[in-house]
C-alpha cells in the first residue's frame, strides 16, 4: 500500500524568506501522481502543484516549485518569497496513475510566517 | 461558477445516532469521493461514487455508506456514531467521464462538515 509521510508537524518562515517542505512516500508503483495541497483555516484544500512522476523537469508554479527525486521517493516542495497569505497546513498526496480514486494524504505540515 | 459546496457546515451529534452528510458537486463534475479528516491528521478516503454506485471503498466499515442522486449530488451515511467518528469529512468531485488510464482529472474539495461526537 502506498504511504506519505511529512516528518515535520510544524515550519516558520520569515515574510519574504524561502522555506522548504519534506515530504517521502513508499509505492511500488512506476507510474503516479504527486500533490501538494494548501489548507487554510477555512478548511478548504487547494491545489497547489501537481507533479506526473513520468515527467523529469520539476513542476513550478508561481513563487512555488518542488523537488522531486523518484529513487529516493521524496517530493519536497519549495516556497519561495514567503507571504502571509501562505500560512496553513499543506499537505503532500500521492495518487496512482491507474486508479484515480484513491488519494493518500500526509499527516500534514503547518506552515507559520512571521511578518 | 459555484464550486463544491457541503452541508451542514457544523454538526453535533450523540453516541449511537445516525448522520447524514450532503455534497453538491461542482459544476460539470460527475464524480464525488468523500474523506475523513481527524484532528491533526491528513484527509482519508471513504469511498467514490460515479453513475449512482460507489466504485471504490477506503479501510471504513459499513457503517459508513453513501448515495449519489441523478443530479450527481451525494450523500454521506454514517450510523451508530462513535466518538472517534469526529471528525472534517470532505467531498471532493471531478469529471470521471474523460479519465482515461492515462488521462488527469482534478479533484476539487469543499469546505467539509465538522462533526461532533459527544
Known amino acids: 500500500a502506498q504511504t506519505v509521510t511529512q516528518s515535520q508537524p510544524e515550519m516558520s518562515v520569515q515574510e519574504a524568506e524561502t522555506v522548504t517542505l519534506s515530504c517521502t512516500y513508499d509505492?511500488?508503483?512506476?507510474?503516479?501522481?504527486l500533490f501538494w495541497y494548501k489548507q487554510p483555516p477555512s478548511r478548504q484544500m487547494i491545489l497547489v502543484i501537481r507533479?506526473?512522476?513520468?515527467?523529469?523537469q520539476n513542476a513550478t508554479e508561481n513563487r512555488f516549485s518542488v523537488n522531486f527525486q523518484k529513487a529516493a521517493k521524496s517530493f519536497s516542495l519549495k516556497i519561495s518569497d514567503s507571504q502571509l497569505g501562505d500560512a496553513a497546513m499543506y499537505f503532500c498526496?500521492?495518487?496512482?496513475?491507474?486508479?484515480?480514486?484513491?488519494?493518500?494524504f500526509g499527516a500534514g505540515t503547518r506552515l507559520t510566517v512571521k511578518p | 461558477d459555484a464550486g463544491v459546496t457541503q452541508s451542514p457546515t457544523h454538526l453535533i451529534k450523540t453516541r449511537g445516532q445516525q448522520v447524514t452528510l450532503r455534497c453538491s458537486p461542482k459544476s460539470g463534475h460527475d464524480t464525488v469521493s468523500w474523506y475523513q479528516q481527524a484532528l491533526g491528521q491528513g484527509p482519508q478516503f471513504i469511498f467514490q461514487y460515479y453513475e449512482e454506485e460507489e466504485r471504490q471503498r477506503g479501510n471504513f466499515p459499513d457503517r459508513f455508506s453513501g448515495h449519489q442522486y441523478p443530479n450527481y449530488s451525494s450523500e454521506l451515511n454514517v450510523n451508530a456514531l462513535l466518538l472517534g467518528d469526529s471528525a472534517l469529512y470532505l467531498c471532493?468531485?471531478?469529471?470521471?467521464?474523460?479519465?482515461?488510464?492515462?488521462?488527469?482529472?482534478?479533484?476539487?474539495f469543499g469546505p467539509g462538515t465538522r462533526l461532533t461526537v459527544l
Open positions: 507533479q506526473e512522476a513520468y515527467k523529469q
Open positions: 471532493a468531485s471531478s469529471f470521471r467521464a474523460l479519465a482515461g488510464v492515462f488521462s488527469y482529472n482534478e479533484q476539487f
Open positions: 498526496a500521492y495518487r496512482s496513475l491507474y486508479n484515480n480514486n484513491d488519494m493518500r
Open positions: 509505492t511500488s508503483e512506476s507510474d503516479y501522481y
